[in-house]
Each structure stands twice: as C-alpha cells, then as structure tokens.
C-alpha cells in the first residue's frame, strides 16, 4: 500500500506541473501513472484488506478520482479559448471594404 501511495503522490506532482508548465507530456506520464496506480489499487492492495478498510478505501479513492477530474477539467478548460465564430468565407471571395 505504501507503493502506491507513493505512486499516487508522483503522479499528482507530475500532473500538477504539467498544468502549470503547460507541459502535455507530464500531464499524460501523470495520468499513465496514476491509471497504474489505480490498477494495481485494485488488483492487488485492496484484497489484501478487509470489511471497513476496504469501503473505506473505496470511498477516499472514489473521491480523489472525482477532484482529479474536476481539477483537469478546470485547467483543461482555461486553457481552450473561443475563436471567432463567424462564417468562414472562401479564399477567393472579394474581401469587404
């Protein structure tokens, strides 16, 4: 479990200087990381506890999916801008005066 906690942390910080650096690939090598993470959460650390521990980690890990994709919607977003809407016009249109 210690692993992937650690797993985990990298993950973030990867993922966190990717959206202040604007780095793509830091942001997907965070993202790899923490789908390897959350794979090996499910196939090997969480059968290796019992009753309440494992709802419990359940939940917490329910939740930090759910901020993971708020925050990389949020940033994601910022960074899309509204380009000009307006009807594209053929090149070899007269151009208006």
Same mark, same amino acid.
């Given at each position: 479990?210690?692993?992937?906690?650690?797993?985990?942390?990298?993950?973030?910080?990867?993922?966190? $200087?990717?959206? !202040?650096?604007?780095?793509?690939?830091? !942001?997907?090598?965070?993202?790899?990381?923490?789908?390897?993470? $959350?794979?090996?959460?499910?196939?090997?650390?969480?059968? !290796?506890?019992?009753?309440?521990? !494992? /709802?419990?980690?359940? $939940?917490?890990?329910?939740?930090?999916? /759910?901020?993971?994709?708020? $925050?990389?919607?949020?940033?994601?977003?910022?960074?899309?801008?509204?380009?000009?809407?307006?009807?594209?016009?053929?090149?070899?249109?007269?151009?208006?005066?």
């Amino acid at each position: 479990m210690t692993y992937s906690l650690a797993w985990g942390l990298y993950a973030f910080m990867l993922l966190s $200087i990717g959206f !202040r650096a604007d780095a793509r690939a830091a !942001r997907y090598a965070g993202m790899g990381l923490l789908v390897v993470t $959350i794979v090996k959460l499910f196939l090997h650390d969480l059968w !290796r506890l019992g009753g309440l521990y !494992r /709802i419990g980690s359940l $939940i917490g890990l329910a939740l930090v999916l /759910i901020v993971v994709s708020f $925050i990389y919607q949020r940033f994601l977003a910022r960074g899309v801008s509204v380009k000009d809407e307006s009807p594209a016009r053929p090149a070899d249109a007269p151009k208006p005066s």
